[in-house]
C-alpha cells in the first residue's frame, strides 16, 4: 500500500492497530474515488467482483466480526443462500450509500475496541465447522483479522481499479492528497 501509516502514541497498541486497519479502508475507498456507479459495479474480469460489491463485502464483514465481539445478534443476516449478495449492490443501494454505511461501521469499531479494558479480553467465536469447539479469541486477533480480511480486499481493489481504467493505487493516494489540499484551501 502506497501510504505510510503514522506511528502511534508509545505504547498505544489499539491505536496501531486502528491506525493500520483505517490504512487498509482507504485503499479500498481510493479504489472507486472519482468513479461513477456504474463503473463502481462493473466486474472487469471472469470474478463477480466489483470495487462497489468489495467495499459492501468488508463493511458487512467488519460489522459482523465487531458484533460476534460485542454477543449482539448480526445486523445483517447471511447464509449460504444470500452470501452473495455481500458482494453486490442490490436495489436502491449506491456505492456513496455503502461507503456511509462503512463510515459507521468503522466509527463503531473504534468505540468498541477503545471501550475494551484490554486487547486480551476474549469473545466467543460462533459455532461453525471451521472453528474449534467452544473457541475464543482476543481483541487482539479480531482487528489483526479486520486488517488481514480489509487487505485482502484492498488489493483485490486495486486489480480490479487498474483494469477499469488503467489507475493505479500511487495515482489514486495523489488525487486523493490533492483533493483534501484543495479543501483544505477554500
Not at 486489480?159 to 484543495?182: C, K, M, P, Q, Y
Amino acid at each position: 500500500m502506497p501510504t505510510h501509516v503514522l506511528a502511534e502514541a508509545h505504547g498505544d497498541e489499539t491505536g496501531a492497530l486502528l491506525a493500520f486497519l483505517e490504512a487498509q479502508r482507504g485503499g479500498l475507498r481510493r479504489a472507486v474515488l472519482g468513479l461513477t456507479d456504474a463503473q463502481a459495479a462493473e466486474r472487469p474480469s471472469a470474478s463477480e467482483l466489483s470495487l462497489a460489491g468489495l467495499v459492501k463485502h468488508v463493511a458487512e464483514t467488519e460489522q459482523h466480526w465487531v458484533e460476534i465481539a460485542q454477543g449482539l445478534p448480526h445486523s445483517i443476516e447471511r447464509n449460504q443462500s444470500n452470501w452473495h449478495l455481500s458482494f453486490r449492490l442490490e436495489d436502491g443501494e449506491t456505492p456513496a450509500g455503502v461507503l456511509e454505511f462503512w463510515e459507521g461501521v468503522a466509527q463503531r469499531t473504534e468505540k468498541f475496541i477503545r471501550s475494551v479494558p484490554s486487547l486480551n479480553d476474549t469473545f466467543a467465536l460462533p459455532e461453525a465447522p471451521w472453528f474449534p469447539p467452544n473457541a475464543r479469541q482476543s481483541m487482539r486477533w479480531l482487528m489483526l483479522h479486520l486488517i488481514e480480511e480489509t487487505a485482502r480486499h484492498a488489493g483485490h481493489a486495486d486489480v480490479i481499479r487498474e483494469s477499469l481504467d488503467g489507475r493505479t493505487a500511487f495515482e489514486l493516494v495523489d488525487e486523493e492528497r490533492a483533493g483534501r489540499e484543495r479543501t483544505a484551501g477554500e
